[in-house]
């Protein structure tokens, strides 16, 4: 299968760094929901000839590392049995971790060597897969394929519709004209409200890591697609930096360089996308909730209704600390960005978090994404966060008879504050509530409580091995700098492609 010269590193889903929280829970902290058994951690690096080095492997059943199962270890001692989870499932995570393990060595893909091929990855991965793990596999480089990643992928709300472009992305006319066909423009397009944008600004300039004693690379990429009218989803352009110039320049369709382009988009979704809406907003975040529900009274209505979607938080989180974000963790061994970067990005994350982007109706509406066809994260999230909405609203109404109620609740007001001051750093810009003084703000904040810590967190979590196992689709790394750039260093923007030899002159990359 030809494949382009590249360079990942893929990884399971990172979890949790110190997040700031009352005094009293840090003992307990560990953010975040219990994730699916079916967790991966991926191998080694690609280098810009296609070869990649082997530093762990992928399961389909279980989260392993070079370092050992993840999940076989018995509850945390600080933590209460009723917020641990139980022994069978301990003993089942451990057994799937335990059988990957001796599938990994049985494999030999712990020598630290180099894949030859992209062959010798499938090869690797023979044994239990799924549909789409297999699907991927067979389409990973066509660009239907690339964009319907965003609507029903792993990070299914990135997604803006663009109205008009942004100053740093000069995409020109006759740069799409060949994608978009006779008959239209770029400027009809936009007009039309078919033109989406893909912004990865919060990946620029973050701080990287090293691998095997070599540096690692990530970009911060911005991607134009256009809904065509056959209702496909397809990249248009791609610029791999934030500053646009004669060291960056605008890719488009045809050509390896066109493959290479969007293998640096896959490289930086997987960062941004296990960073912020996974680890931060799934994890992190739930655990700002569990901390301030566990301190509301047990009869609280509140601490009731929460108590079921936040139990396992601070389990999964202490275990995501030990294992995936502990200095030398398999965030250090598997990811471009690293732990010094990945904290770096969920600083960035929370500072950039807005309360409407975590409530489905307001993100659909901001994203400008209510009519995109074939949306199917979309549907499913409209229809389950009315379902949890209409009954969180039967609750409220049975604990609350009016909006002083609300207001007059101590309790609540406290509850709601301690979320305010230490899940979202009392940012006021964010839009977060820090009070709440009527019945259907609390039903809303409710909502999107459950709906982060469930629906969404399954959304961003549970197809990671479907859409990752096949690492060329999902690089956890890159080990050569983004084509069109000049020098080296270990930040993301630095560096050139010594593989690919000068660049043409002109400000777009064709080919």
Same mark, same amino acid.
């Given at each position: 299968m030809t494949s382009p010269p590249a360079s990942p590193t893929m990884t399971s889903p990172p979890a949790s760094p110190t997040m700031t929280s009352p005094p009293e829970a840090l003992s307990m902290t560990s953010p975040g929901q219990?994730?699916?058994?079916?967790?991966?951690?991926?191998? %080694? @690096? !690609? #280098?810009s000839e296609g &070869? +990649? =080095? *082997? $530093? %762990? @492997? !992928? #399961?389909?059943?279980? &989260? +392993? =590392? *070079? $370092? %050992?199962? !993840?999940t076989s270890r018995g509850p945390p001692p600080q933590l209460s049995p009723t917020l641990s989870f139980p022994l069978a499932h301990r003993a089942q995570l451990a057994a799937r971790?335990?059988?990957?393990?001796?599938?990994?060595?049985?494999?030999?893909?712990?020598?630290?060597?180099?894949?030859?091929?992209?062959?010798?990855?499938?090869?690797?991965?023979a044994g239990p897969g799924t549909p789409i793990s297999e699907y991927v596999v067979q389409h990973w480089q066509e660009d239907a394929f690339f964009g319907e990643q965003f609507l029903?992928?792993?990070?299914?709300?990135?997604?803006?519709?663009?109205?008009?472009?942004?100053?740093?992305?000069?995409?020109?006319?006759p740069m799409v004209a060949p994608s978009l066909g006779p008959g239209t423009s770029l400027q009809r397009e936009m007009e039309a409200g078919r033109l989406f944008l893909a912004d990865y600004s919060l990946l620029e300039g973050l701080p990287t890591g090293h691998i095997g004693g070599r540096p690692q690379f990530v970009a911060a990429p911005l991607c134009l697609l256009w809904l065509s009218p056959r209702g496909h989803l397809l990249p248009v352009a791609i610029q791999l930096s934030q500053q646009p110039g004669p060291g960056s320049p605008i890719f488009v369709p045809g050509g390896r360089a066109w493959a290479l382009a969007k293998l640096w988009v896959r490289g930086s979704h997987f960062v941004l996308h296990e960073m912020v809406p996974h680890l931060l907003h799934g994890h992190f975040l739930a655990e700002a909730f569990a901390v301030a529900t566990q301190r509301l009274p047990a009869a609280h209505?509140?601490?009731?209704?929460?108590?079921p979607h936040l139990r396992f938080t601070f389990h999964i989180n202490i275990l995501a600390r030990e294992t995936l974000l502990?200095?030398?963790?398999?965030?250090?061994?598997?990811?471009?960005?690293?732990?010094?970067?990945?904290?770096?990005?969920?600083?960035?994350?929370?500072?950039?978090?807005?309360?409407?982007?975590?409530?489905?109706?307001?993100?659909?509406?901001?994203?400008?994404?209510?009519?995109?066809?074939?949306?199917?994260?979309?549907?499913?999230?409209?229809?389950?966060?009315?379902a949890i909405e209409s009954f969180v609203q039967g609750v409220v109404s049975l604990f609350y008879g009016g909006d002083a109620e609300v207001a007059e609740d101590e309790e609540l007001q406290e509850w709601v504050g301690e979320i305010f001051t230490y899940g979202v750093l009392g940012n006021r810009s964010s839009g977060f509530p820090s009070q709440l003084c009527s019945c259907p703000d609390l039903v809303k904040f409710l909502t999107m409580i459950i709906f982060c810590c469930s629906a969404r967190h399954a959304a961003v979590n549970s197809g990671q091995y479907d859409y990752a196992a096949w690492m060329p689709n999902t690089p956890g790394s890159m080990q050569r700098p983004p084509p069109g750039h000049r020098g080296r260093g270990h930040r993301g923007a630095a560096g050139g492609h010594p593989a690919r030899g000068p660049r043409p002159p002109g400000p777009c990359w064709p080919c």
């Open positions: 219990m994730t699916s058994p079916g967790q991966t951690t991926s191998p %080694g @690096a !690609v #280098t &070869s +990649t =080095t *082997s $530093q %762990g @492997a !992928v #399961t389909s059943e279980g &989260s +392993t =590392t *070079s $370092q %050992g199962p !993840v971790a335990g059988a990957a393990q001796i599938r990994i060595r049985l494999r030999g893909l712990r020598s630290g060597l180099s894949w030859r091929s992209f062959g010798d990855i499938r090869a690797a991965l029903s992928g792993v990070n299914p709300v990135l997604l803006r519709r663009c109205p008009r472009l942004p100053p740093k992305f000069p995409v020109t006319p209505p509140v601490h009731q209704l929460l108590l502990n200095p030398g963790g398999i965030i250090d061994q598997a990811t471009s960005v690293g732990r010094e970067g990945t904290l770096a990005l969920v600083a960035r994350g929370t500072a950039a978090l807005t309360y409407r982007e975590l409530c489905v109706p307001d993100d659909v509406e901001e994203r400008g994404v209510g009519d995109i066809p074939g949306y199917h994260y979309r549907d499913d999230a409209m229809d389950i966060w009315g």
